[in-house]
């Protein structure tokens, strides 16, 4: 069964902060994505990856930076976060082979 | 033109009763498509690929308009388990068929 494994389910920053997000998946996917999803806007494109060391701008990609020097890892970094970076943030990885999403459980990040 | 539309709702439907939304695609280009299910403060899961010929999956039934650039979900029955937010999904050609546009989702409500 695919896994996507997201470090934190619920984190609390202060505004300022570096703040790194964590996502691992178990089942060699090539391709891996960040978004956010906040009411109303629906899931929006942060960053992804379809290579190692490899890295896409996706619609939103202000404010963040990634990092994927593993297959099977692919990090979000906050460089400072500020309030209007609260949000869920979901991780996705997929094959080339089989073009559907598998998703990780969502960080819920609140900036305080 | 955004790449998906829907008509987030709510649908308030009654137990047992059959509900059918659509949701509208800008790129032609686009071939393969799928429906997302995503219960309130969880990840979106997949619910089902949207094939031309059309697919049913028990009591869900999805169809695809190429013509008229839509898709389609029908959900027959309805039961509690069903409120949900359903997420329409075309693949982006333009990025080679790795990148998933999704929309802003259908609100489900079933009410007993």
């Known amino acids: 069964d695919v896994k996507v494994t997201q470090s934190s389910r619920y984190l609390v920053k202060r505004t300022g902060e570096k703040v790194f997000l964590e996502c691992v998946q178990d089942m060699d996917h090539e391709n891996m994505f960040w978004y956010r999803q906040d009411p109303g806007l629906g899931l929006r494109l942060i960053y992804f990856?379809?290579?190692?060391?490899?890295?896409e701008k996706g619609d939103i990609p202000e404010g963040y930076s990634v990092s994927r020097e593993k297959k099977e890892r692919f990090s979000l970094i906050l460089e400072s976060a500020s309030t209007n970076q609260t949000s869920m943030y979901l991780c996705?990885?997929?094959?080339?082979?089989?073009?559907?999403?598998?998703f990780g459980s969502g960080t819920r990040l609140t900036v305080v | 033109r955004k790449e998906v539309e829907q008509d987030p709702g709510p649908f308030n439907v009654p137990e047992g009763a059959t509900v059918a939304f659509n949701c509208t695609y800008s790129?032609?280009?686009?071939?393969?498509f799928f429906w997302y299910r995503q219960d309130c403060r969880k990840e979106p899961k997949l619910l089902m690929s949207?094939?031309?010929s059309g697919n049913e999956d028990g009591r869900f039934t999805a169809q695809l308009n190429r013509a008229s650039q839509y898709i389609s979900l029908l959900i027959r029955d309805s039961k509690l388990s069903d409120s949900a937010t359903y997420l329409c999904?075309?693949?982006?050609?333009?990025?080679?068929?790795?990148?998933?546009?999704f929309g802003k989702g259908n609100q489900v409500v079933v009410i007993p």
């Open positions: 999904v075309v693949i982006l050609p333009k990025y080679g068929n790795n990148r998933l546009a």
């Open positions: 790129n032609s280009a686009s071939q393969s």
């Open positions: 949207v094939y031309s």
């Open positions: 996705a990885s997929s094959s080339t082979a089989d073009y559907g999403y598998t």
């Open positions: 990856s379809y290579d190692v060391k490899m890295k």
